[in-house]
């Protein structure tokens, strides 16, 4: 098929005898063709040998660039991690001035309170000594809140000291109030104008100590004004059922005499009420007892 093609077209370009003349000019152009073709291949090759050595070195430079980037790449990890370590040791010495800190504002609070509590506990004793019930009420109070602050530290000496010390000036304030009210209704509340005022501030020292010191001093004024009505109706005869209402008369006049006194004491106390509870009491064990003597003669 090729050499068909090939003398097609000598035929085409040498159709006759006399067009043989022009094979030397055809074959000079034939021939500088090929050197044409010759030097661009030539120069192909060239500029492809020249194009292969350019990619090699970009190829190696490529890999030189790629090493470089992996090397900073594991140097930026290697910081990193040295930074994360440094994080995490800053994070823990935070941590530990935090602790710190919240020591030293917890040590500070407790100084100053204790610095608070012995005041207040020096102050209420000078207060005690001078009978000042009113401000030794309010003291009280806060002794007794400063002193909550201090119950996780009851064995410590100086803790100790200032609770052994609060409890005996307590005592020091019961037993003055103790004393003042044993002149309530003795006469003396007429006599010192100021009385009823300072026994109606120490109800108020009562209230703020322990609730037994206001029982043990409301048993005390009720069996106290009791002690008169058991010397008038501890006779036999007045021990009778008929002479039941003389003793409900006697109650009823000591109430009304006694009216100023019973403002003394809080309403709260209720003094009066428990003043006739004891009284239905006594009354009952009295004509209960005296009729059960009265029986035991009759039966002898």
Same mark, same amino acid.
């Given at each position: ?30 021939? *500088? ?8 291949? %030539? ?15 970009? %190829? ?17 990890? =290697? ?39 012995? *005041? ?14 009113? #401000? ?45 009210? *044993? ?7 007429? #006599?010192?104008?100021? %009385?009823?005022?300072? $026994?109606?501030?120490?109800? $108020? ?31 036999? #005869? ?6 039941? #209402? ?10 009304? =005499? ?23 009491? $006594?009354?009952?064990?009295?004509? $209960? ?12």
């Amino acid at each position: 098929m090729e050499k068909a093609s090939t003398m097609d077209y000598i035929n085409k370009m040498f159709p006759t005898e006399a067009s043989l003349s022009g094979v030397e000019p055809l074959m000079k152009k034939i021939h *500088s063709e090929i050197r044409v073709v010759d030097a661009e291949i %030539l120069a192909a090759v060239r500029q492809q040998s020249t194009s292969g050595t350019k990619a090699k070195e970009d %190829l190696a430079e490529a890999t030189g660039a790629v090493k470089e980037l992996m090397y900073k790449v594991r140097e930026i990890k =290697t910081k990193a991690e040295q930074s994360e370590t440094m994080v995490q040791e800053i994070c823990r010495d935070i941590k530990k001035l935090d602790f710190a800190k919240k020591h030293i504002t917890t040590t500070i609070t407790a100084l100053h309170r204790l610095t608070m509590l012995v *005041s207040a506990i020096e102050q209420l004793q000078v207060m005690a000594s001078k009978r000042q019930y009113k #401000e030794a009420a309010a003291q009280l109070e806060a002794v007794n809140q400063l002193c909550s602050h201090f119950d996780a530290y009851r064995d410590i000496p100086k803790i100790t000291e200032l609770r052994d010390k609060f409890k005996n000036i307590k005592q020091i304030l019961k037993s003055h109030v103790f004393s003042d009210f *044993s002149s309530l209704g003795t006469g003396k509340e007429a #006599e010192e104008s100021n %009385l009823l005022q300072q $026994l109606s501030n120490a109800c $108020l020292v009562v209230d703020a100590l322990e609730p037994s010191v206001r029982e043990e001093l409301v048993k005390n004024f009720c069996n106290r004004e009791l002690i008169s009505y058991k010397q008038i109706f501890e006779g036999a #005869e007045l021990a009778k059922l008929d002479k039941t #209402e003389r003793r409900y008369a006697w109650i009823k006049r000591r109430l009304r =005499t006694n009216e100023e006194i019973w403002k003394t004491f809080p309403a709260s106390w209720h003094v009066d009420y428990l003043i006739c509870i004891q009284f239905c009491k $006594l009354t009952r064990f009295v004509i $209960l007892f005296s009729h059960v003597s009265i029986g035991g003669m009759y039966m002898q």
